[in-house]
């Protein structure tokens, strides 16, 4: 066979290697418990064996449960945090959003909104979705409620270390994941605004790659 004819196999492969295959982002809840003047926030420190923020200052929170989606709740939302959280969920979701905030709270802190928990006291905040290079995501949702909602004793189960109220002006001061940090920018603005105005909002902060959108 002439040489022009001869099939040879490249000595090295020009394919491009396989791209990792996408994470899906679990939805999830935290609460931002507000106390004081200042005001105070409750947070405290994941530990160092935690796969996701391991030494990190955060809120209460954690993924829902597929049991949250069926969970009784003594009271409902109020309308405008429903409606806000509708945007970016079906109802089913968005109330059990809620619940999974109530629950991990109480698990992580001791504090809780009741059993089954009344949801009338909390507002929706904003919402943080995890970068799609992540091996871990979350579709994470930001609640906020004033402590006196609350009832119970602080002393949570362990996960969150150092678990207290800082002052707003102390937490900034400390090394925060830059996500927490713009969460906490979003409860100034929440608390600039006055009851009226919060129950008027129409859209809500999305934060994509350290960059807040609107929906």
């Avoid at 409750?42 to 796969?51: P, Q, S």
Wanted: charged residues 25%; hydrophobic residues 40%.
């Amino acid at each position: 066979m002439p040489e022009d004819h001869v099939h040879r196999t490249p000595l090295i492969d020009q394919s491009e290697p396989p791209r990792p295959k996408a994470v899906r982002a679990r939805h999830a809840a935290s609460i931002v418990v507000l106390r004081g003047d200042e005001p105070q926030m409750l947070m405290g420190t994941r530990g160092a064996k935690h796969r996701f923020m391991p030494n990190r200052l955060v809120f209460p929170g954690g993924a829902v449960d597929r049991a949250d989606l069926s969970a009784r709740c003594a009271t409902e939302l109020p309308s405008h945090a429903l409606r806000l959280l509708q945007r970016s969920a079906n109802p089913h979701l968005a109330r059990a959003l809620a619940i999974a905030a109530a629950r991990e709270l109480e698990e992580e802190t001791g504090l809780t909104l009741g059993n089954p928990p009344r949801l009338d006291g909390i507002d929706y905040l904003c919402r943080a979705i995890t970068p799609t290079n992540s091996p871990i995501r979350f579709n994470a949702r930001f609640m906020v409620v004033h402590a006196d909602q609350l009832s119970g004793t602080l002393a949570g189960s362990g996960e969150l270390e150092s678990l207290r109220f800082y002052g707003m002006h102390e937490a900034l001061a400390l090394d925060l994941a830059t996500p927490t940090r713009m969460v906490i920018d979003r409860v100034r603005i929440w608390l600039a605004l006055s009851e009226q105005e919060r129950k008027a909002r129409t859209h809500t902060p999305v934060l994509r790659r350290h960059v807040w959108q609107m929906e």
